[in-house]
């Protein structure tokens, strides 16, 4: 069958992803890796896509609405940001109207809005973000490309944790439909929804730094540093995950093609695992594209409490800085990411299930 | 953070019974479909349990001043980060504030924060989504390419903006409302656009429905058909995805204290006394324990009861 | 589930290892002293940076013409790059003789020319530094950079020798070689910087002179500062300084407390308490004022009886209490520990007397005094003291306070169009050695002052102390300004002056704790 070979396939595209990034950690390469991987992720799924479906007319018009998207976004933020009060160059020392005619001179800031608006989104479609006000003479995109894959590295590996936790609780919670191992395995995964990440943090903090003594506290310069934040960060979606695939191996156990399956005696380890398994996991994995996007926002706490070099603190710190640049560059950033995924997400189902067509 | 994750939760639970479901729900009359889900609601322990304890919650908020043994604000300097006494049954924090109190007091506030935005989000999502999916074609089109628009902007950011700008807008001067409505008003923006896409989806299918055509038929207008018949049968759906949204809310809301731009003290709420406790874990358990338990017992009960719903509104998942 | 097994087994073993004493980069733990730095900084380019994290690590990279002697309980400068110098009469033209045994970390030697170059950068409009107001004294300086005048040798910068530069300034400044010890005043290498453009400040092309340089710059994450082997001092005893950039509080306390940090620079306010108590602990006075200020154009502060009435009714002792924390109350403007420090002047805490002065306002009693609001920015220990002061006035005079928090940037702006709070809170450390730091601030030409608050006497009083040299008459001349200020107009309330505590691992010896808080880590050495 096409599309349990594609299926097949795809299983063994993300095992290896998942591989990879372990091997990776292990052996302290970093971060270009990743950003190869991401890239095969999504460049291949786009040319399978294509070559399968032809659908390179329906692609472009993604990426044209998509485009769309992200002008609105831009235009939305940048007027919400010139509407809070107080300008980037304020400080507790307030600064002599000389000094701030020089700063306002140098950044463009004394020019009508219209014009900094336009001048803005002149640069945005050259591919320039702009410099931060508050990193002197740091452009945007070196911000965000020394911070970024720090924070995708601690989000791939949450992602990879919750799968790997979070199907088989999933699984087995089914599989043993109102027994004391499905309400265990579910109380298990609802607890790690019903704590903030900042107490459960802690709590680890304080459990495998101090009482146990067995990992450090924070930062983020091998495998033995990221097991806590990593565990922290990946506990919820684990969660989500497993309440996703007990919902849908329910779903498929009911059908009637296991019924048929049972009913011609195969063993119940075969049905699990070849039919139900493969069928129930279409739709957990099509929600990896909006679970990287949360995962990635909520990684600010983890980074804070684990003194992680991501890029969280910039959400919050750009704010209150009033930088601007830095605050459009990454609320752009995060919607590129999230139109992205689910971009990829929308192409992979086509690709995992024939039976649906995009175009 | 969660927001996103926690409607899709719901959404996607939601959508696994319409395609199986659709059939069976068309032959069911909305009242006696009501009346079996309660009677399924009812046979599930943990379920109710957990709806007692949520009941409970809320009347130790609503009684707060009466049930607390002093005010949330109260100092007592000479008694600083003392532990559990017969004086303070949780002990007191930096300024010798009754934890208890703080705790019943907080409750009040996280309550009132998740369910009033839980109400905005189930008032502009339903009216959103039902004219969404009731009218079709170019609305329906334009107005679900509005909300996709917004959801692809970062919720962080989006909510933190919205927060500081609400906030220094000048129009409140009572510090405690002015923080609560600006929370209030930044959770709201990004909570009804998870509703929105599911009650539009819920209309669209029940239009479909052989009873709606009927009505339609029939020559009764469409006001009465969507008041009367559409949407008894997609609360449903809307409870479970409330019920899914308010811990959610609570969270976000304990997530913006971390953040320092939430509710800060002397006001209480359960982020605040999280957000006050975490940091020293080590030194002063007591400061965390007991709000700590607080959030997740709630959490869970929600969660549970979130299930539970689900469960008894979906027969074919018992 | 196995898989998973086996994974986290692996990630144990690795972890078996986190103990060694190779640190991030391969240097040593036990030749390296390990800093919080707290939070990137935003810039290295010392003409361009004004945070804390930035002049914390200029400090250790550079030096000034002059140094601080902390010895002293007046702060005075001492020589650094400058080997001395000489004021005419009238403190106004200024000559420095340079030291020229300094070669810089690429072998050039130090030159007048530098300073002058430095001196020009921060000036320039086109630099738009930040702190370029530091030369504002100099002759001409203010023009040249508001762009007025094109030509840089119409300021008042002269070079005599290769080693010898003379300024002139605009008015007689007794202090002015304090000031060259702020890192804005620092020479620079023209050339390097025209080189590289806004990436000279990285590691493979930054050139500096001071006792550390810098090795690597990890953003976000970590700084290596490496000993100067051709520093032209006394070289640094530790081989390796490793800023770390943890921002959260308690997570800093955690790596201190697993020995991952040497000196912890910010305690949790929670547990100061039990914090004080280890013999980790010290604590150093520094030279900040916390202050709280009326604007005299809201009524009912336009009554300067009111002003007084509420200046004399509150205990600052208690607020320190609330705090919990080890704060001087404030008296004077100036805070502790610098000239015109003055423990007899301003109003002291006295209900009697606030009632007094009450009852001489034009509201005569306390129901009648409109309600005035307390503005402050949100944070938890601003909130702790606001409440502290509503009650005190509350119980003290009967007086009615409504607090108002807004967010930093916000509060910013209401001080700037100083409208919309009755009294407002201002933290203030001293960027230099010197009272008039602190004084200038309520001038009537200062961006600082929020109160609304003009007198020509006190602006005339501090200008005249600006260019006085004689110590003593300097005292008098503030002492009579923060009269004015405190007590005839009591426009402002002192509450505290700063106490910066931290913690220090016993292995290190040596840290100098100073009133500047200034982070200096060459004097630093590392004991088993």
């Not at chain 1, 940001?81 to 140098?106: H, I, Q, S, T, Y």
């Not at chain 1, 540093?225 to 990946?234: A, E, Q, S």
């Not at chain 2, 319409?18 to 599930?44: C, F, P, Y």
């Not at chain 3, 020589?79 to 009469?89: F, T, Y």
Request: one cysteine or more; hydrophobic letters at 45%.
């Amino acid at each position: 069958m096409e599309k349990e070979k594609l299926f097949d396939a795809y299983k063994i595209f993300m095992g290896l992803m998942a591989l990879m990034g372990l091997i990776m950690s292990f052996f302290g390469f970093g971060i270009p890796f990743f950003w190869t991987t991401f890239g095969i992720l999504v460049l291949g799924s786009f040319i399978v896509v294509v070559i399968k479906q032809n659908m390179l007319s329906y692609l472009l018009k993604r990426c044209f609405e998509a485009g769309i998207t992200l002008f609105i976004i831009a235009t939305l933020v940048f007027l919400l940001l010139r509407l809070m009060p107080g300008g980037p160059f304020d400080a507790e020392k307030a600064l002599p109207p000389e000094v701030m005619a020089n700063l306002a001179a140098k950044y463009n800031l004394d020019a009508p809005l219209y014009q900094q608006f336009f001048q803005y989104m002149n640069q945005l479609v050259h591919g320039d973000l702009g410099e931060s006000y508050k990193y002197i003479g740091r452009p945007v995109s070196t911000i965000i490309g020394d911070t970024f894959p720090v924070s995708f590295q601690l989000g791939v590996y949450a992602l990879i944790l919750s799968y790997l936790v979070g199907i088989p609780l999933g699984v087995i919670a089914a599989n043993k439909h109102n027994s004391w191992l499905d309400s265990s395995s579910m109380f298990v995964a609802m607890s790690g929804v019903s704590l903030p990440s900042f107490l459960t943090g802690a709590i680890f903090i304080f459990l495998f730094c101090f009482q146990w003594k067995l990992l450090p506290p924070g930062s983020w310069e091998g495998p033995s540093f990221y097991i806590l934040p990593v565990l922290t960060l990946g506990l919820r979606p684990a969660a989500i995950i497993a309440r996703l695939t007990r919902s849908s191996v329910l779903d498929v156990i009911r059908s009637d093609f296991v019924r048929t399956a049972y009913a011609k005696g195969l063993s119940q380890r075969v049905i699990l695992f070849k039919h139900v398994l493969k069928n129930s996991l279409i739709p957990v994995l099509t929600y990896s594209g909006p679970l990287i996007a949360d995962i990635l926002s909520g990684a600010f706490i983890i980074e804070m409490i684990f003194s992680i070099p991501g890029m969280g603190k910039h959400l919050i710190l750009s704010v209150t800085n009033r930088d601007y640049p830095l605050v459009l560059g990454l609320a752009l950033l995060f919607s590129v990411i999230l139109v992205l995924c689910n971009l990829v997400v929308d192409l992979f189902y086509a690709v995992v299930d024939p039976r649906i067509q995009l175009a | 953070m969660g927001l996103r994750t926690q409607t899709i939760e719901s959404q996607e639970l939601l959508t696994t019974k319409d395609k199986v479901g659709t059939s069976l729900m068309a032959k069911i009359q909305s009242h006696s479909l009501w009346n079996e889900s309660i009677k399924r609601l009812k046979k599930n322990k943990t379920a109710i349990i957990s709806l007692y304890f949520i009941i409970f919650v809320v009347l130790v908020a609503a009684l707060a001043p009466v049930i607390a043994p002093y005010p949330y604000d109260l100092q007592n300097v000479d008694a600083t980060l003392q532990g559990p006494s017969l004086k303070y049954l949780l002990g007191t924090d930096a300024l010798g504030r009754d934890i208890l109190s703080r705790l019943i007091y907080g409750a009040r506030i996280s309550m009132a924060i998740a369910v009033f935005t839980a109400l905005v989000s189930l008032f502009m999502g339903t009216l959103y989504g039902a004219v969404s999916g009731w009218f079709g074609g170019k609305v329906d089109a334009i107005l679900m390419r509005l909300v996709d628009t917004l959801y692809s902007v970062p919720a962080l950011v989006l909510l933190v903006l919205a927060k500081v700008v609400i906030e220094s807008s000048g129009y409140f001067h009572d510090p405690e409302f002015r923080a609560l409505f600006s929370i209030f008003g930044a959770l709201s923006i990004y909570g009804w656009m998870g509703m929105a896409r599911i009650v539009r989806g819920q209309v669209l299918q029940a239009k479909e429905m052989s009873y709606v055509e009927a009505a339609r038929a029939l020559g009764i207008q469409q006001f009465s058909i969507v008041s009367r018949h559409i949407i008894p049968n997609i609360l449903g759906p809307v409870i479970v995805t409330l019920t899914f949204q308010i811990p959610s809310n609570v969270m976000f809301e304990s997530f913006l204290s971390f953040i320092g731009l939430g509710l800060q003290p002397p006001f209480s709420s359960w982020g605040v006394l999280a957000n006050e406790g975490w940091r020293s874990l080590r030194s002063f358990p007591h400061l965390i324990l007991s709000p700590g338990i607080a959030i997740f017992l709630t959490m869970l009960a929600f969660n549970m009861l979130g299930d539970g719903l689900r469960d008894a509104f979906d027969p074919k998942m018992k | 589930m196995k898989s998973l097994i086996v994974l986290v087994s692996l990630f144990l073993v690795f972890s078996g290892c986190t103990k060694s004493s190779k640190l991030k980069y391969g240097v040593d733990r036990s030749e390296t002293l390990i800093n919080n730095l707290q939070t990137e900084p935003p810039s290295l380019d010392w003409h361009k940076g004004t945070d804390t994290t930035s002049s914390e690590v200029v400090g250790n990279i550079m030096e000034g013409l002059t140094a601080l002697d902390f010895d002293d309980p007046n702060l005075k400068p001492v020589p650094a790059l400058a080997l001395n110098w000489q004021g005419d009469k009238a403190s106004r033209v200024w000559t420095f003789t340079l030291r020229e045994d300094v070669k810089w970390t690429d072998g050039v030697l130090f030159e007048a020319q530098q300073v002058a170059d430095g001196w020009e950068r921060l000036l320039n409009p086109k630099t738009a530094a930040q702190y370029s107001y530091f030369l504002y004294p100099i002759k001409n300086a203010k023009a040249y950079n508001e762009g007025k005048i094109k030509d840089f040798s119409q300021v008042g910068i002269k070079i005599l020798a290769k080693n010898k530069i003379q300024v002139t300034l605009e008015e007689p400044m007794s202090f002015f070689p304090s000031i060259l010890n702020h890192h804005s005043t620092f020479p620079i290498r023209k050339d390097i910087v025209e080189k590289f453009g806004d990436r000279w400040t990285n590691p493979e092309n930054i050139v500096t002179l001071g006792a550390y340089k810098l090795s690597k710059w990890d953003h976000d994450d970590a700084i290596l500062l490496e000993r100067n082997e051709n520093y032209f001092g006394e070289k640094a005893k530790t081989k390796y300084v490793l800023e770390r950039m943890i921002q959260e509080q308690s997570s800093a306390l955690n790596a201190f407390d697993v020995g991952d940090l040497d000196i912890l620079q910010e305690l949790p306010s929670t547990e100061l308490g039990i914090l004080k108590k280890r013999k980790e602990y010290v604590k150093t006075p520094l030279l900040g004022i916390y202050f709280y200020g009326f604007n005299i154009k809201q009524k009912p502060l336009d009554d300067a009886n009111i002003r007084r009435a509420i200046a004399a009714a509150i205990d600052k002792k208690e607020i320190i209490k609330v705090l919990n924390g080890e704060q001087i109350p404030g008296s004077s403007f100036v805070p502790n520990g610098m000239l015109g420090y003055e423990i007899d002047v301003g109003i002291p805490y006295n209900v009697e007397k606030a009632k007094e002065y009450l009852a001489k306002s034009s509201y005569k009693t306390s129901d009648k005094v409109p309600k005035i609001t307390l503005l402050f920015n949100t944070n938890e220990n601003h909130q702790k003291m606001a409440e502290n002061v509503q009650a005190q006035l509350k119980k003290n005079l009967g007086l009615n306070i409504e607090l108002k928090n807004e967010e930093w940037k916000v509060l910013l702006d209401r001080y700037k169009v100083k409208k919309g709070y009755g009294i407002y809170r201002l933290g203030w450390i001293a960027d230099y050695s010197d009272p008039d730091n602190f004084m200038q601030i309520m001038t009537s030409y200062s961006e600082n002052n929020h109160t609304n608050w003009q007198n020509p006497q006190y602006d005339e009083l501090v200008k005249k102390a600006l260019s006085e040299q004689e110590v003593q008459k300097r005292k008098d001349y503030y002492k009579e300004a923060q009269k004015i200020l405190l007590e005839e107009a009591a426009a402002v309330v002192p509450i505290y002056t700063y106490v910066h505590s931290i913690l220090v691992n016993p292995r290190v010896r040596g840290y100098k704790t100073n009133p500047m808080d200034q982070k200096i880590f060459k004097t630093v050495e590392l004991v088993k």
